[in-house]
Structures are given as structure tokens and as C-alpha cells.
């Protein structure tokens, strides 16, 4: 059901408003929550390079959290643990762990198009929101004028 613009009062208008910047700011986190996570799995895929049979017997830093580090060494370079989610790790070849990144960067790639538009279609919807409201100001402002006016 479409409503015009025009036949809304201001506080309705500013209600409108009010919802669509909510919904604007959703959105928008939506957006950056699926690009943090589609870095991450870029950033995983990246990783995978390393792994190679130059590589095998190479002495690395292991972390055991963001900020503590032990020294290890690289035995196996053919096969990886990978996070499929809910704390589920499986093992795949170096192969199909980048097979199964690419996968979950294509899929965060389209949910992000997927919302784009919508957040583009809402921000159109608050500027035309705003630009009636602008002119229903103005036209009450002019009225108030012409009161004042008649008055004097």
C-alpha cells in the first residue's frame, strides 16, 4: 500500500524519519558485520599460500591468543583445520580449504549486494521524508506570517 508524502502531517513524517534511520542503521550493520567476516575468510584464504613444501620443517610462531605466541613447526603443509562453524573443525587438504573460503567469500559477497540496494532505497526514502517535511515547514511558517500579518 503506497502513501503519499504530501498527506502526512509533520509529526507522522517525523515518525517515518525516525523509522527509516533505524532501518538505514541496520542495515548498514549488517553490511559491515558480513565484511568483517568476509575479511576474515580472505584473510584465511591468504594464509593458505604459505603452505607449501619449501615451507615443510620451517620454524613459525603458533597463537595461543591475540597476544601470546610459542614457537612451532611446520610438519604437515597438505592438510588444514578448517572452522566450518558452531566449534566444528574439519579436515580438508590445502585445496579444498581454499575451494571452501572462495565459497564462503562469493556467498558474503552476494548477501552484501543483496542488501545494498535496499539500503540505497531507504536512503532515498528519508531524503524525499525530509524534503516534504522541509516544505511543510516552510509552509507553516508562511501561514504563521500571514497570520501575524493580518493581524497587524
Known amino acids: 500500500m503506497a502513501v503519499n508524502l504530501t498527506d502526512l502531517s509533520l509529526p507522522q513524517l517525523e515518525g517515518l524519519k525516525t523509522q527509516l534511520d533505524q532501518e538505514i542503521e541496520f542495515l548498514t550493520s549488517s553490511i559491515g558485520q558480513l565484511k568483517v567476516v568476509q575479511t576474515k575468510y580472505v584473510e584465511a584464504k591468504d594464509s593458505l ?13 603458533v597463537p595461543l591468543t591475540s ?4 614457537p612451532g613447526t611446520l610438519n ?6 578448517v572452522d566450518v562453524g558452531t566449534g566444528y ?5 590445502v585445496e579444498a580449504s581454499k575451494a571452501f573460503f ?5 556467498f558474503l ?3 552484501i549486494e543483496k542488501i545494498q540496494p535496499a ?3 531507504k536512503h532515498a526514502m528519508k531524503q524525499a521524508v525530509i524534503e516534504v517535511m522541509n516544505v511543510k515547514i516552510q509552509q507553516l511558517q508562511q501561514s504563521q506570517q500571514a497570520a501575524v500579518t493580518t493581524k497587524a
Open 67 to 70: 597476544s601470546m605466541y610459542v
Open 89 to 93: 573443525y574439519v579436515e580438508k587438504n
Open 49 to 61: 599460500n604459505v603452505l607449501n613444501k619449501n615451507n615443510k620443517g620451517k620454524e613459525l610462531l
Open 119 to 121: 539500503l540505497q532505497e
Open 109 to 111: 559477497t552476494k548477501q
Open 102 to 106: 572462495k565459497r564462503k567469500i562469493d
Open 76 to 81: 604437515d603443509v597438505e592438510h588444514v583445520l
